[in-house]
C-alpha cells in the first residue's frame, strides 16, 4: 500500500464523502477486472465509476488535452511520466497497482507449444500468415513484445508479418478470429478469450518489468477518489485482479 495515499485517506476521513461519479481511465488489458471490480465498488459505496478503456498512449494523450479522467491506470511507467511532466498527476497518490507478463498466443483452443528461443524460425512458423500485436512504438503490451523479440534476435525476421493494433485485446481478437495466426498479448488477455492458447511465455529477462501504475489526476485527489484508490490496493480488489491474471508483487 502507498504509504503517501494511506496518510491523504486518514486526513481525509473527517470530511463527509458525498456521492459522485468517478471516471477512472485504465489500459485495455484492465477492462474485465475493473468491469468487476466497478460492480462491487458501486455495490458497497455511494459512487458511480464511469470506466474508459484504451492503449495507455491513447489514454494519456486524451488526459494531456483535457479529458475528464479522475484516476488513470497505465500499463507501463512512461505513459504515467508523460504526464507527471506536465504537471497533470497528483503525485504523492502515484503507486504501482499491479504486475503482468507478455505471452505468445496461437489461434485455437489447443496449439501447440513453441519453444521460445534464439534459434526459432517464427517467419518459416508463421508461412503466410501474420503475427499480431499492438502498436510497437506507442503501446506498453506492443513495445514490449518488441523488446522481447529483439532480445530474441527475433524481430528483423518477423517485422514484415506483423499486423499492428490500437491496444491489446484489438491484438487479442484477430488471433482469437484467425485472422492472424500468432499474436504477443499480456497474459491476463489470453486467460480472458478461449479461443486461443498460450503457446509460450517471454522470460522476464527478455523486456523490462511490467509494471502498472496509478495515480489521481492533477487537482483530483479528492475523498472520493482517495477511497477508490484506496479500495484498488485493498485486499478485496486484489482478489480480483488475481483472479483475472495479475500480481500485486513486482517479485511475482
Known sequence: MNMRLLALSFALLATPLRADDITIFAAASLKNAMDEIALRFESETDHSLITSFAGSSVLALQIEHGAPADIFISA??????????????????????????????????????????????????????????????????????????????????????????????AALALVSLGEAQFGIVYATDAIADPGVTVAATFSKESHQPILYPVAAMAGRANPDTLQLLTYLHSNEAGEIFKRHGFSQSVED
Open 76 to 169: 507501463n511507467q512512461n505513459w504515467m511520466d508523460y504526464l507527471k511532466k506536465q504537471d497533470l498527476i497528483a503525485n504523492e497518490t502515484r503507486s504501482v497497482l499491479l504486475t503482468n507478463r507478455i505471452v505468445l498466443v496461437a489461434h485455437g483452443a489447443e496449439a501447440e507449444h513453441v519453444d521460445l528461443s534464439p534459434d526459432l524460425d517464427l517467419s518459416a512458423l508463421l508461412g503466410t500468415n501474420r503475427l499480431s500485436m499492438a502498436l510497437v512504438n506507442a503501446v506498453p503490451v506492443g513495445m514490449y513484445g518488441k523488446s522481447a523479440l529483439e532480445y530474441l534476435g527475433l524481430w528483423e525476421q518477423i517485422k514484415p508479418q506483423v499486423v499492428q493494433t490500437d491496444n491489446a485485446r
